[in-house]
């Protein structure tokens, strides 16, 4: 059993991380967020269990599109990171980013990626170099269902198979890709089992409960610096809210929704929590702390300055 201590942390983590993407969601709608956003809603405890497990000053993720959760989880400033989605010249890569290009290395965050499935040969070069660098660095690739049909993926998991590198495989199963259903583009429903064909373990977690994915994560990431290669997790999970701002999810059979929602991470674990003793004032205190900070990050960011336009070919690689 879990210390409550350690669950009361992974409830605080997720509640901030739910309220940044509820400030994002009405700052979209304002306009004062521009252009395409995937919010993570229901899929916080892969994010709080992850990376309180991985080793924060060393250890890399490498996130999808829908990266705001792993941005803050892995501690980077809220104020940082809505200053970066309004354009502001505050914003963790100067505004220059926006939602889907968030990176923050000094908090071991290697950029989101928009190519569906990308971040997995690039984790995979992180761990490669790890072999050489003797950093004992684990690198993390996070990516969807749907990137589990892309051909890099599967390169990277074979190829760091074959090196033993030290990577993690981590899936976030939210069972869609974009609006199409995992159960129309794939006969198999345990993705985890794909790590067999590549010689490396496979796994299957609740991905709505962070102590579970804390464990597997930990596990694996033992694992990998003990030179024992890479690992597939699956984590199980829904996401509460479209595949992107303004998706009227119509293609989610009746009923669906309400279950996910029924069993997302934070009210789970909240009763969880209530089902162990924890006064309800102390869970309403965690939860009005997080909310707290998050307003007045989002506040102080819209009152920055805007992006300087001077500075827009700065770390552009071409
Ligand atoms: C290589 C590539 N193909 C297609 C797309 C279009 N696309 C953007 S998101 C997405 C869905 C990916 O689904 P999944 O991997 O399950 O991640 P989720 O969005 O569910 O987190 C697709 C197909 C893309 N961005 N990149
Ligand atoms: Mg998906």
């Known amino acids: 059993m879990p210390e409550t201590d350690a669950l009361l942390g992974f409830l605080e983590s997720m509640h901030r991380i739910r309220y940044f993407e509820e400030e994002v969601a009405r700052l979209r709608a304002s306009g004062d967020v521009v252009g395409s956003v995937h919010l993570c809603n229901g899929q916080e405890a892969i994010y709080a269990g992850a990376c309180a497990a991985l080793d924060l000053s060393r250890d890399a993720v490498f996130p999808t599109y829908r990266g705001h959760g792993w941005t803050l989880a892995r501690g980077a400033p809220p104020h940082a990171v809505f200053a970066e989605l309004l354009g502001r010249r505050t914003g963790i890569n100067g505004g220059r980013g926006g939602s889907a290009y968030l990176t923050a290395p000094e908090h071991g965050m290697f950029g989101e990626n928009s190519i569906v499935g990308a971040g997995a040969p690039i984790a995979t070069g992180a761990a490669l170099a790890a072999n050489y660098d003797g950093s004992g660095r684990v690198a993390l690739a996070a990516f969807g269902d749907g990137a589990m049909n892309q051909g890099a993926v599967h390169e990277a998991m074979n190829f760091a198979s074959v ?56 596990e694996a990431a033992r694992r990998a610096r003990a030179g024992e290669g890479p690992v597939l997790l699956e984590a199980m999970t829904q996401r509460i809210v479209g595949h992107y701002i303004g998706d009227a999810q119509h293609y989610r059979p009746a009923g669906e929704l309400d279950r996910a929602l029924a069993e997302e991470p934070i009210g789970r674990l909240a009763r969880a929590l209530d089902g162990l003793g924890v006064p309800d004032a102390d869970l309403t205190a965690i939860a009005e702390r997080a909310r707290t900070e998050i307003t007045a990050a989002a506040a102080r960011a819209l009152a920055d300055p805007p992006a300087d336009p001077a500075t827009v070919l700065e770390h552009l690689y071409a």
Do not use: C, Q, W
């Open 163 to 218: 090196r033993r590198l030290p990577v993690i495989f981590l899936v976030e199963n939210n069972h869609y890709s974009e609006l199409t259903p995992i159960s129309a583009m794939v006969r198999v429903d345990r993705l985890f089992k794909r790590a067999s064909g590549y010689g490396m373990p496979g796994a299957r977690v609740d991905g709505n409960d962070p102590d579970a994915v804390y464990r597997a994560v930990g």
